[in-house]
């Protein structure tokens, strides 16, 4: 799945909203992974401010038929637009921000719509039942959630009133295990699909930082660090890093592909979510896409990580 959360901002960030790829970036970007193969977009209203669905509206405008009627569209709402605007997952404002959605895309419907964060403020059977009503009404395909532990997935399938979450968009990477604790396991009890965001950990898995160097200019560790922060002193990190790079040279790959690979050779795992800044950042996905981790390929790689 294409990631399209750095179009014009970097993810929902209000901060960085008119930043990250610019409108001719993302156009190479999307142009490059259609001509790869790859025709589900993820993306979300508030990303870039709206910017993210602007511009793949006006990209699949400016194709014919054929490319927009391939294009499978995943959106979320929760977070706000811009700073001091609402946000959270209240019936009218999900029905609100699906519209608004639909207009940037410039389409009638979305394939699927994820509730972006879980609401502390709106009971999860209200949320579904709105949504319900979207899917009834044929402008939603099928409903996820991303950002859920396993104890709100498990509340929010036990209430489904109808139309109940299909799918399931968490991080999770080698240097992100928290979704092997009970998600992935419930998606596959319940039959829901799994798409893994930050497969790459905001370019930990690629062998850009460096232990005790500056972090290059541009990067996610310069930009929104907060993620990935607790990274920096643990030594168990740093050797398990270390051993990446060599499993990738003896295998003669690239650390990211690897990193990648290991995501898709977990049976639980439907597709991986990658977001690259520029087109041949999705050489490496595809390089995954061509080999992906044997079961005991995908242990020797989880015990580099170990502590």
Known sequence: MLGCGGFGGVGSSPAFFGRGE???????????????GITTFDTADAYGGGRSESWIG??????????????????????????GEDHGLAPGRVRRQLESSLERLG?????????HAPDPDV????????????????????????????????EALAVSPGTR??????????LDREAERDVLSLCAEAGLGFTPFSPLAGGWLTGKYARG?????????????EPYAHLLEDDAVWRGLDGLAAAAEARGTSRAALAIAWLLGDARVTAVVVGPRRPEHLEPALAALEHPATAAERDELARLFAR
């Open 123 to 154: 009971p999860v059977a209200e949320t579904l039942g709105a949504l319900d009503e979207l899917v009834r009404e044929g402008k939603v395909g099928a409903v996820g959630a991303s950002n859920v532990d396993g104890a709100q997935l498990r």
């Open 165 to 174: 979450y299909e799918w399931v968009q968490n991080s999770y990477s080698l």
């Open 22 to 36: 610019s409108r001719d970036d993302a156009f190479a970007i999307m142009d490059a992974a259609w001509e790869a």
């Open 213 to 225: 160097a500056a972090a290059p200019a541009g990067s996610r560790m310069t930009q929104r660090p």
């Open 107 to 115: 389409v009638d419907h979305v394939q699927m719509y994820l509730t």
């Open 58 to 83: 006006d990209w699949l405008r400016s194709k014919g038929a054929g490319v927009r009627d391939a294009i499978v569209l995943s959106t979320k709402t929760f977070h706000a637009m811009d700073e």
